[in-house]
DNA sequence: GCCCGAATACTCGATGCAGAGTATTCGGTG
DNA sequence: CACCGAATACTCTGCATCGAGTATTCGGGC
């Protein structure tokens, strides 16, 4: 019931395509590679040949023949019907107008990050920066192929992810600015969260309450959850993680 | 073969939970909510226990105790093995250093936004960028709720989606400035091949070579997808969705 | 003491999707 | 003319995910 039938994006790139002129499967694909949709829209053949039966079933496009060139085996055309030329512009529509929230995974990540020492951190995400670095330069060299070529309207979605990774490398570029001179705010608790070999309950919600208790408190004490949280750990884990990463 | 056993980053959260202290699944999602982590990391009941049991299977947690309360059924509570530490740092590392790509459901809408007219396009992202400003307000309420009380480790990933947010409301207002205000490259072909009854091939990537074919050529006489391409027809579907958009 | 709604605590089946795998054919090279 | 790698054109299976559904229990009002 997610309120279309179809739900996957590349079934709107189909139609779109199929709106412009009748095509097979192979076809389609090839037409998105060629005009860098794949950037923007996930395609995989196994999802393609699935979205299309799905899309035929609903009436939304149709087989119009099968032609077959020299020995290949045959393709099936197909075209859009005008109830998948209404279900496109309704959906494309929405698609513009209504910003849907969609969880990234680097979001997932800050929301955890008082599970790593800030100075892991920061080497972290100083690997991230040059990785950023990397993908804004792509972008970027996408845009100055494509935009003497085709007009600015078939390349609008690279300007829009320039800019989102622009502004995430500042973002993060900021941050790790931020612990490194330790103006972070309460940088010095997350630090010794992280050294103490008896760690205050740094991430408890019951934190406003003032800190007169929690020294082996029932919460903690359950047992199981504390081993190997002593001193020499996190030296460890800094060495062989940081080795790995780099090798990546 | 996605790499992680458990591929979730609801996973994640669980391991980042159970480091903690040992819980039962439901007081799991309980916490996540309280902590507002709920808008960071996708939780449903559903993923919530299949992912507990998952971790269970490669021992990464494991059920410690059984527990009731009242009359209440039995609750399993579950603690993080040193396994499950190691994989939580690790995988939370990588979140942190290596950005993924992710496709969103607006940058698939804008690779195909020569689909639809350019009057149509900019009421729209009107509409989007007054959503916008509704995300952005309440993002910055949570942020002015969460600040006094919380040091700023536990709140970041709000920062991060409210700049993102605001980022995106920018350019979404530049894109419609210049389409509003005639600057936008390519603007007239656009709109042409919108108001014209036989449109010319906007979108074919041969664009560059002279257009001297293609009037009623057999690419487009194939029949079926041309219906309902009449002058009337922007006019009924511009009105008719706009009604509906604005209802939602 | 009874009723109602909210919270608790899951279960389960359908669906969608990824992506590895396969079989064929074309084009260029030695 | 034999071969090899790249491109063509799919197919198939397993797994994750989703969210609706269920059954119970607690708390508060009357």
Redesign the interface.
């Known amino acids: 019931m997610t309120r279309r039938k179809v739900s996957n994006?590349l079934a709107?790139?189909v139609l779109?395509l199929?709106?412009?002129?009748?095509m097979h499967p192979y076809e389609m694909s090839r037409?998105l590679r060629?005009?860098n949709?794949e950037?923007?829209?996930?395609l995989n053949y196994g999802s393609l040949y699935s979205v299309v039966d799905k899309l035929v079933a609903h009436g939304l496009i149709?087989p119009?023949k099968t032609v077959r060139d020299g020995r290949r085996p045959e393709r099936t055309v197909y075209?859009?019907?005008?109830a998948g030329?209404a279900e496109?512009?309704?959906w494309?529509?929405?698609?513009?107008?209504?910003?849907?929230?969609?969880?990234?995974?680097?979001?997932?990540?800050?929301?955890?990050?008082?599970?790593?020492p800030p100075e892991?951190?920061v080497d972290?995400?100083d690997?991230?920066c040059v990785?950023?670095e990397h993908?804004l330069a792509s972008s970027e060299a996408i845009l100055k192929a494509s935009a003497p070529?085709?007009?600015?309207?078939?390349w609008?979605?690279w300007?829009?992810?320039r800019?989102?990774l622009e502004?995430?490398l500042h973002?993060t570029r900021k941050?790790v600015g931020e612990i490194r001179d330790g103006s972070?705010?309460?940088l010095a608790?997350?630090r010794a969260f992280h050294t103490d070999d008896t760690p205050p309950?740094l991430?408890?919600?019951a934190?406003?309450v003032p800190a007169d208790d929690t020294r082996g408190s029932d919460?903690?004490g359950?047992g199981?959850?504390d081993?190997?949280t002593t001193a020499d750990v996190p030296q460890r884990?800094a060495s062989g993680?940081k080795g790995?990463?780099k090798s990546?």
Do not use: M, N
Request: hydrophobic content about 40%.
């Open positions: 994006p709107l790139a779109s199929l709106l412009e002129r009748p037409t060629e005009r949709k950037g923007s829209i996930k149709e119009q075209g859009a019907t005008s030329r496109f512009e309704d494309l529509a929405e698609l513009l107008a209504i910003p849907v929230k969609e969880f990234s995974q680097f979001e997932a990540g800050l929301s955890l990050l008082p599970g790593l892991e951190v972290l995400l690997q991230r990785q950023l993908s070529s085709l007009p600015r309207l078939f609008i979605e300007d829009y992810v800019t989102h502004t995430d973002w941050l972070f705010d309460g608790d997350w309950d991430a408890d919600p934190r406003d919460t903690r359950v199981g959850a081993k190997d884990k993680r790995r990463l990546v």
